[in-house]
């Protein structure tokens, strides 16, 4: 019994929780057993598009072909389990071309499905798109040949040697997928001719031959820096598929090629194997793969490299993230489907009922991914499909909404009828319904526009106490349709039959823009695109045209039919500006003329310039105008230079013009105002002049705000990524907001350099698609971007702004100013400036020095420094040669030209350069062994201000330490010496001039003289010495103690043997002929020679002899110099004569013959 029990309650459990969820969750009505897959195939061959559908019977399936109803025929007939037979597969155009996109549809009670689409692809091989071609390479470099060729499915591409099939045992030869035959290592017995061969199931063919030429390799070989010859190149990929990435570099050594992301995440080993000498395959390709690949060519043991980049791009097929999932739901209540699907490109999402699009309505609406079904009324039960495709493939999936339907409901409003009140008014009336009308709490007025697809729906409610209403919001001359819906507490009733009503005409609500365009310098091609409904307010019926010159009032009035949408006016002035404007009228009246337009006809001798373009505006959104032009076939692409593109804001001044360059098409013009009229002028020139003008007006659309819509705008765009693709690229990738609608979407992006000031200089760009490749920009500049979207004309708020700075070129030109200076006997300075071109990174300079004979062995020595460095130490040259001396500059994509050669002359035994040495003491300049060097550039001397700067200041250190050395010398010389007594003899009526402290007057060597005023004393003008002299005698400047370490005490000279002394203490030495009385001076002996040299150098410069001493001659101030001796003086002045010319040491000077004191 417990057991029958327990039975019994998995039964009922089973009827409870099955069954009601069975029609929701588990549609099973109908579904596909088997699909059409995509297939291959040879002509003639026999194929089967499976397709077995499974439900309540009956089932019907019917075939479906690029989307329209297949035919049977003969070759193709549908089976009987619902299958597709072809029997002979034709490619010929017409009925027999079997190529395309099929899909089956099933049907039941229930409603239609429809199934995956599947391509069926007749194998072919077109002719070689790329040829190989000979090529001469040098034994031990590398040969490259490649081919490419057109086929379906791809072909497998072997290569042929002397037409015998290429052995690949040996690793110095690769084959890559792409057809492309790399040979390391040239041999000498690898010359010969190749060809490539390329086979599928359809057909083999063989490519023309190309012969390869081995040269011997110099020796010995130059060091060469590595260059890539075969970069890789940015590719497409589907997932899961395979990329390769190609690399093959030269140099000598050979370089070593390496792999890495310019995001610095490690690359899958996975999935990644190396082919050949550096080529990268990644297989079983993912999203995470997607990025930029550096290839790095580097010489090996060095730093030097080049290197570049492709950027790998992942496309996926479209997959479902949410399926839609089958509704209950009763009569007016409210069904919501949802279906999330993810892919790159980033898939459209498109509604089935029963196997055809849903259209939007009031009642419908698709919200990108959601559909939503309001008012559910009967018709509404189906089978709903959600379609995700891209260019990639397509999913299905499948839903089903069963309504239920109320016993208690009313019956349907009567004799709906209406009546037209004016060109925007219906009176629509109806009788209550004929049941349950008493239950009756309100009405719903429907209404949409009958003609057209996807017309939005609009809904009125309102209460029961009437059955009359007004609506007053509709277009003129347009036919609406109309019904209503009772409503009762427990459910609505069903719709009443439709009606349609017309409303009036109304006089057009403005004129046509026009476009002018001149033929010739005599007249005015006037063209207009017709009025659109909702502007023209009924059926056009004329045109009126008015036109005049600027300089004359007389206006010219032409009236035109309704049909018509162009006109030509003759007979015009060349040369001239013209004003034009137009107005359109309907049977019920004339509605307001255009505002003047402006057109200058061309010149009459300007016959050679381009003919005026076709212009053609187009609104992308309420900010944005695409301009595009198509030139007349009449016109010489050859000559075109250009366009110049103008428009303003009517009313406001032209601005300047925009210059196109000669092969662009259309131009986006953005940051316009929406609601705003503006005008667009266009022209062509040559070398000869500007080419014959178009113009055009155009309205930009309002922008839907918040208030029009009742509906916020939609986000912006989010997960805007950027990355460097190259110097002059860079890739954004945005994904697109989870915002309501479901109509196309189109991005705005912006992009600007950091910090730029103009702006009219931001570039808007625009695309349909969730990435962007902006190209034509500023290497080694950072960048700012920003996107938003636009749909049915609402515009989103910009995104957050990321930056990006594109990569730098490589160096293009060489470092300047380069020049070279010997410093030392085997060592150069080197010095250079970065390279002039703008927007260049230099990361690493290169020197390369050599002697000629290294030079002619292609020996060169090689010193880097770092980007921030301009300058380096050539070491250990060797006396006797020239050096040649270049420099590069490099960064990370590679190396730049090297400069010109610049000699560096090492010579042995040879005077030292005037400017690098200086005169020491007068004398004549003294070689001190160095070597003479001598740098040339372009035959000019070169030394800079730097290493001349530094040459100065190590002469004066040097100079600076041997006075020292000497002073020291001298000093210490002196204390070892014994002083002479000085007596100064005064007599008793002189008086002196000045007052003299002494300690001990008779103690000469201990007095301190202190000397006022020079102003009141005589100072030799001839600069002989700094003698100064007053009445009573020389006088010594007081000490200072600043140089007490070394005393200036008077040096005595010891008398020489066998002579007597030359003066005698107490006695007159010096004295006046005339008044004042004659001033009396003791001197001792004449300075040694040390103090004579001492002196020399100031000596020389002023052409004195300057044989004094300054330690131990004194001057007193006079007022002239004593103009006779006496006798014993000229005596004892020619014996000091004498005494210097045997005791003076040669010094190459002559001596002053008038110049400084008289010495006896």
Same mark, same amino acid.
């Given at each position: 019994?417990?057991?029958?029990?327990?039975?019994?309650?998995?039964h009922?459990?089973?009827f %409870?929780v099955?069954?009601?969820i069975?029609?929701?969750? !588990?549609f099973s009505?109908?579904?596909?057993v088997?699909?059409?897959?995509d297939?291959?195939v @040879?002509?003639k061959?026999?194929?089967?598009l499976? !397709?077995?559908a499974?439900g309540?019977a009956?089932v019907?399936?019917?075939w479906?072909?690029?989307?329209?109803?297949?035919?049977?025929?003969?070759?193709?007939?549908?089976?009987?389990?619902?299958?597709?037979f072809?029997?002979?597969?034709?490619?010929?155009?017409?009925e027999?071309w079997d190529e395309g996109?099929?899909q089956c549809?099933a049907?039941?009670?229930y409603?239609?499905i429809?199934?995956q689409?599947?391509?069926?692809?007749?194998?072919?091989?077109?002719t070689f798109?790329q040829?190989p071609f000979?090529?001469?390479?040098t034994?031990g470099?590398v040969?490259r040949?490649s081919?490419k060729i057109?086929?379906?499915p791809p072909?497998i591409?072997?290569?042929e040697?002397?037409r015998?099939a290429?052995?690949l045992?040996?690793?110095r030869?690769?084959?890559l997928?792409?057809?492309v035959l790399?040979i390391?290592?040239?041999?000498r017995?690898d010359?010969?001719r190749?060809?490539c061969v390329?086979?599928n199931?359809?057909n083999r063919r063989r490519?023309?031959e190309?012969s390869?030429?081995?040269?011997p390799?110099?020796?010995?070989?130059?060091?060469?820096r590595?260059?890539?010859?075969?970069?890789?190149q940015?590719?497409?990929?589907?997932t /899961?598929?395979?990329?390769l990435?190609?690399?093959v570099?030269?140099?000598?050594?050979?370089?070593l090629?390496?792999?890495?992301?310019?995001?610095?995440?490690s690359?899958?080993?996975?999935?990644?194997?190396?082919?050949g000498?550096?080529?990268?395959?990644?297989t079983d390709?993912r999203?995470? *793969? +997607?990025?930029?690949?550096?290839c790095? +060519?580097?010489?090996?043991g060095?730093?030097?490299y080049t290197?570049?980049?492709?950027?790998?791009t992942?496309?996926a097929?479209?997959s479902?993230?949410?399926?839609?999932?089958?509704l209950?739901r009763?009569?007016?209540?409210?069904?919501?489907f949802? !279906?999330?699907?993810?892919?790159?490109p980033?898939?459209?999402?498109t509604?089935?009922k029963n #196997?055809?699009?849903?259209?939007?309505?009031g009642?419908?609406?698709m919200?990108n991914?959601?559909l939503?079904?309001?008012q559910?009324i009967p018709?509404?039960?189906?089978?709903?499909q !959600?379609q995700?495709e891209?260019a990639l493939?397509?999913?299905?999936?499948t839903?089903?909404?069963?309504?239920?339907?109320?016993e208690d409901?009313?019956?349907?409003?009567?004799?709906?009828?209406?009546?037209?009140v004016?060109s925007?008014?219906?009176?629509?009336?109806w009788?209550?319904?004929l049941?349950?009308?008493?239950?009756?709490i %309100?009405y719903?007025?429907?209404?949409?526009?009958a003609?057209g697809?996807?017309?939005?729906?609009?809904q009125v409610?309102?209460g029961?106490?009437?059955t009359r209403y007004?609506?007053?919001?509709?277009e003129p001359?347009q036919n609406?349709?109309?019904? &209503?819906v009772?409503?009762?507490p427990?459910?609505?009733s069903r719709?009443?039959?439709?009606i349609?009503?017309?409303?009036l005409?109304d006089?057009?609500?403005r004129a046509?823009e026009?476009?002018?365009t001149s033929?010739?310098?005599?007249?005015?091609?006037?063209s207009w695109?017709?009025l659109?409904p909702k502007l023209?307010?009924g @059926?056009?019926s004329?045109?009126r045209?008015?036109?005049?010159?600027?300089?004359?009032?007389?206006?010219?009035?032409?009236?035109l039919?309704?049909d018509?949408?162009?006109h030509?006016?003759?007979?015009l002035?060349p040369d001239t500006?013209?004003?034009l404007?137009?107005a359109a009228?309907?049977?019920v009246?004339?509605?307001e003329?255009?505002?003047?337009t402006?057109?200058?006809?061309?010149?009459a001798?300007?016959?050679?310039v381009?003919?005026?373009p076709?212009? *053609?505006l187009?609104?992308?959104?309420?900010?944005?105008v695409v301009?595009?032009?198509r030139?007349?076939?009449?016109n010489?692409?050859?000559n075109?230079?250009?366009?110049?593109?103008?428009? /303003?804001?009517?009313g406001q001044?032209?601005?300047?013009?925009?210059?196109?360059p000669? *092969?662009?098409?259309?131009h986006?013009?953005g940051g316009?105002?929406?609601?705003?009229?503006y005008?667009?002028k266009?022209?062509a020139?040559n070398?000869?002049?500007?080419?014959?003008?178009a113009?055009?007006t155009?309205s930009t659309p309002?922008?839907v705000s918040?208030?029009?819509?009742?509906?916020p705008?939609?986000p912006?765009p989010h997960h805007?990524? %950027?990355r460097a693709?190259g110097s002059g690229?860079v890739?954004?990738n945005? +994904?697109?907001?989870?915002?309501?609608?479901?109509?196309?979407i189109n991005y705005t992006?912006?992009?600007?350099p950091?910090?730029?000031?103009n702006a009219?200089?931001?570039l808007?760009?625009?695309?349909?698609?969730?990435? @962007?490749?902006v190209r034509?920009?500023?290497?080694?500049?950072?960048?700012?971007?920003a996107?938003?979207? *636009?749909?049915?004309?609402?515009?989103?708020?910009w995104?957050p702004?990321?930056?990006?700075?594109?990569l730098?070129?490589?160096?293009a030109?060489?470092p300047?100013?380069?020049?070279v200076t010997?410093?030392e006997?085997?060592?150069?300075?080197?010095s250079?400036?970065p390279p002039t071109?703008?927007n260049v990174?230099?990361?690493?300079?290169?020197?390369?020095?050599?002697s000629r004979?290294?030079?002619?062995a292609?020996e060169w020595q &090689?010193?880097?420094?770092?980007g921030t460095?301009t300058?380096?130490?050539?070491?250990?040259?060797?006396?006797g040669n020239?050096?040649?001396?270049?420099?590069?500059a490099?960064?990370?994509?590679?190396?730049?030209?090297?400069?010109p050669?610049?000699?560096?002359?090492v010579?042995t035994?040879?005077p030292?350069?005037?400017?690098?040495?200086g /005169?020491?003491? #007068?004398?004549a300049?003294?070689s001190?062994?160095t070597?003479h060097?001598?740098a040339?550039?372009?035959?000019?001397? /070169? $030394?800079?201000q730097?290493?001349l700067t530094g040459i100065?200041?190590?002469?004066c250190?040097?100079?600076?330490?041997i006075?020292?050395?000497v002073l020291? $010398?001298?000093c210490r010389g002196?204390?070892?010496?014994?002083?002479?007594?000085?007596?100064?003899?005064?007599?008793?009526?002189?008086?002196?001039?000045?007052?003299v402290?002494?300690?001990?007057?008779?103690?000469?060597?201990?007095c301190?003289?202190?000397v006022? @005023?020079?102003?009141?004393?005589?100072?030799?003008s001839?600069?002989?010495?700094?003698?100064?002299?007053?009445?009573?005698?020389p006088?010594?400047?007081p000490?200072?103690r600043r140089?007490?370490?070394?005393?200036?005490?008077?040096k005595?000279?010891q008398?020489?043997?066998?002579s007597s002394?030359?003066?005698?203490?107490g006695?007159?030495l010096l004295?006046y002929s005339s008044?004042p009385?004659?001033?009396h001076v003791?001197?001792g002996?004449?300075?040694?020679?040390?103090e004579?040299?001492?002196s020399?150098?100031?000596?020389h410069?002023t052409?004195?002899s #300057?044989?004094?001493?300054?330690d131990?001659?004194?001057?007193?101030?006079?007022?002239?110099?004593?103009?006779?001796?006496d006798a014993?003086?000229?005596?004892?002045?020619?014996?000091e004569q004498?005494l210097?010319?045997?005791t003076s040491?040669?010094?190459?000077?002559e001596?002053?013959?008038?110049g #400084?004191?008289?010495?006896v």
């Open positions: 019994m417990a057991c029958f029990k327990r039975e019994l309650y998995q009922w459990l089973f %409870a099955f069954l009601p069975s029609g929701v969750l !588990c009505e109908l579904f596909f088997k699909e059409p897959r297939v291959t @040879l002509r061959d026999t194929v089967v499976d !397709c077995r499974q309540e009956p019907h399936v019917r479906l072909k690029n989307g329209s109803p297949l035919v049977e025929s003969e070759r193709v007939r549908l089976l009987a389990n619902g299958s597709l072809i029997s002979e597969v034709e490619n010929r155009r017409g027999q996109w099929y549809l049907q039941n009670t409603g239609t429809l199934s689409k599947a391509r069926l692809i007749i194998a072919s091989i077109s798109t040829q000979p090529i001469v390479v034994e470099s040969a040949f081919c057109g086929a379906t072909p591409i072997t290569w040697f002397n015998v290429l052995p045992a040996t690793d030869i690769t084959v997928p792409n057809g790399q390391q290592g040239v041999e017995t010359a010969g190749y060809r390329a086979a199931i359809a490519s023309s190309a390869l030429t081995v040269t390799a110099p020796f010995p070989r130059i060091p060469q590595p260059r890539i010859i075969a970069g890789p940015n590719a497409t990929v589907v /899961h598929g395979s990329v990435l190609e690399c570099a030269v140099g000598n050594p050979r370089p090629i390496s792999w890495s992301r310019a995001d610095h995440r690359i899958d080993v996975y999935n990644t194997k190396v082919l000498n550096g080529n990268l395959l990644i390709v999203r995470e *793969h +997607a990025g930029v690949y550096v790095r +060519a580097t010489t090996p060095t730093r030097n290197v570049a980049v492709a950027n790998i992942v496309l097929p479209p479902l993230v949410e399926w839609p999932e089958s209950t009763p009569r007016a209540g409210t069904g919501r949802v !279906c999330e699907a993810d892919g790159s980033p898939p459209r999402i509604w089935l #196997g055809e699009p849903v259209h939007s309505n009642r419908i609406k919200y991914s959601k939503v079904i309001n559910i018709e509404d039960d189906a089978v709903y !959600c995700v891209n493939g397509s999913v299905l999936s839903a089903r909404l069963i309504v239920v339907m109320s409901r009313p019956s349907a409003p009567r004799n709906v009828h209406a009546d037209t004016s925007s008014a219906i009176l629509l009336a009788d209550r319904p049941y349950n009308a008493d239950r009756v %309100a719903s007025v429907h209404y949409m526009k003609e697809l996807n017309n939005e729906e609009y409610v309102i029961n106490d009437t007004i609506i007053d919001d509709l001359a609406y349709t109309f019904y &209503i009772a409503y009762m427990m459910g609505a719709m009443s039959d439709y349609i009503q017309h409303t005409e006089v057009p609500f046509p026009l476009s002018l033929r010739s310098p005599t007249d005015i091609e006037v695109q017709p659109p023209s307010r @059926l056009i004329a045109y045209l008015w036109y005049r010159s600027s300089s004359d009032g007389a206006t010219t009035q032409v009236e039919p309704g018509k949408v162009q030509l006016l003759e007979g002035q500006v013209y004003l404007r137009i009228s309907t049977a009246g004339w509605g003329a255009s505002a003047w402006t057109h200058r006809t061309p010149r001798s300007s016959g050679e381009p003919l005026a076709q212009l *053609h187009e609104p992308l959104n309420c900010t944005t301009v595009r032009w030139l007349s076939a009449r010489s692409l050859a075109l230079q250009g366009y110049r593109l103008f428009y /303003h804001e009517e001044p032209e601005s300047a013009p925009i210059q196109l000669a *092969h662009v098409t259309h986006s013009v316009l105002d929406p609601r705003k009229k005008h667009v266009l022209l020139f070398f000869i002049g500007e080419g014959y003008q113009d055009r155009i309002g922008c918040v208030r029009d819509r009742l509906v705008p939609p912006p805007v990524y %950027a693709n690229a890739l954004l945005w +994904a697109r907001p989870a915002f309501t609608g479901a109509h196309s992006v912006r992009c600007n950091v910090g730029l000031q009219s200089l931001v808007y760009l625009q695309t349909g698609e969730q990435s @962007l490749l034509d920009l500023q290497p080694n500049t950072r960048y700012e971007f996107v938003r979207l *636009h749909v049915e004309q609402i515009s989103s708020p995104s702004v990321v930056y990006q700075s594109t730098p070129d490589a160096p030109t060489p300047v100013g380069v020049k010997l410093i006997g085997d060592t150069a300075l080197v250079w400036k071109e703008p990174a230099v990361t690493r300079y290169t020197i390369l020095y050599a004979k290294a030079w002619v292609g &090689i010193l880097q420094r770092e460095i300058m380096a130490l050539l070491e250990n040259l060797q006396p020239v050096y040649l001396v270049k420099v590069s490099s960064n990370q994509m590679g190396d730049g030209p090297f400069s050669a610049v000699e560096l002359a010579n035994d040879s030292a350069s005037g400017h690098a040495s /005169h020491a003491s #007068g004398h300049s003294r001190h062994g070597t060097a001598t040339f550039s372009d035959g000019v001397y /070169h $030394l800079d730097r290493s100065i200041g190590g002469v250190i040097a100079l600076t330490c006075i020292i050395c020291i $010398l001298v002196k204390s070892r010496k014994s002083c002479t007594s000085k007596v100064i003899r005064q007599g008793p009526s002189q008086a002196p001039p000045t007052t402290h002494m300690a001990n007057e008779t103690q000469a060597q201990s301190n003289v202190v006022p @005023l020079m102003g009141e004393h005589f100072i030799d001839k600069g002989g010495s700094d003698l100064i002299i007053n009445s009573h005698g006088i010594r400047p000490a200072d140089w007490r370490l070394f005393p200036r005490s008077g005595r000279v008398g020489l043997p066998g002394p030359l003066y005698q203490p006695s007159s004295h008044q009385p004659s001033l003791l001197l002996p004449t300075g040694g020679d040390t004579a040299s001492h020399s150098e100031g000596s410069e052409g004195d #300057g044989r004094f001493s300054h131990e001659m004194e001057t007193s101030n006079g007022s002239s110099r004593p103009t006779s001796l014993n003086e000229a005596d004892h002045a020619a014996k004498e210097r010319e045997t040491p040669p010094t190459g000077q001596e002053d013959s008038g #400084g004191a008289s010495v």
